[in-house]
């Protein structure tokens, strides 16, 4: 069995029809939508970036050893997922895009995709990534 790393970005979000919040608070659930509150929400993600974990280890590797973004990228090996969103977008977008010239090919492909993803969060903080570990 293989493992691998799988960035899933937000793609939209949309009310569960089988909730049973009552019509005259249909307005609250429509509110919470706009400000990212999940009260009858669903989440909907998209894989937008999968690589090998042991590919994913020496990716993150490149990034300053005692940085806050090698512990935040670490959290995926250690506990099995973690969040990204919009209070995380400055830090990694600058210590990734300072690990390019060290990484190679495939990995500063990876930090392309990664930096896009996160100029996406700069542009709508809604959209948040979910990174998980998966046993393939």
Same mark, same amino acid.
């Given at each position: 069995?293989?493992?691998?790393?799988?960035?899933?970005?937000?793609?939209?979000?949309?009310?569960?029809?089988?909730?049973?919040?009552?019509?005259?608070?249909?307005?609250?659930?429509?509110?919470?939508?706009?400000?990212?509150?999940?009260? =009858?929400? *669903?989440?909907?993600?998209?894989?937008?970036? /999968?690589?090998?974990?042991? $590919?994913?280890? !020496?990716?993150?590797a490149t990034l300053e050893a005692d940085g806050e973004a090698r512990r935040?990228?670490?959290?995926?090996?250690?506990? =099995?997922? *973690?969040?990204?969103?919009?209070?995380?977008? /400055?830090?990694?977008?600058? $210590?990734?895009? !300072?690990?390019?010239?060290?990484?190679?090919?495939?990995?500063?492909?990876?930090?392309?995709?990664?930096?896009?993803?996160?100029?996406?969060i700069q542009q709508e903080p809604a959209i948040y990534l979910m990174v998980?570990?998966?046993?393939?």
């Amino acid at each position: 069995m293989s493992e691998s790393v799988v960035f899933c970005q937000l793609s939209r979000k949309f009310v569960d029809e089988n909730d049973n919040t009552p019509a005259d608070a249909q307005q609250v659930v429509y509110y919470s939508l706009a400000i990212g509150h999940h009260l =009858g929400v *669903i989440d909907c993600l998209k894989e937008s970036l /999968v690589c090998p974990l042991e $590919a994913y280890q !020496a990716w993150i590797a490149t990034l300053e050893a005692d940085g806050e973004a090698r512990r935040k990228m670490n959290g995926v090996p250690r506990y =099995g997922e *973690i969040v990204i969103d919009q209070n995380h977008v /400055v830090m990694l977008a600058r $210590a990734f895009d !300072a690990a390019k010239p060290t990484q190679t090919a495939e990995q500063q492909g990876w930090s392309q995709a990664l930096l896009d993803m996160l100029q996406a969060i700069q542009q709508e903080p809604a959209i948040y990534l979910m990174v998980r570990r998966r046993y393939d």
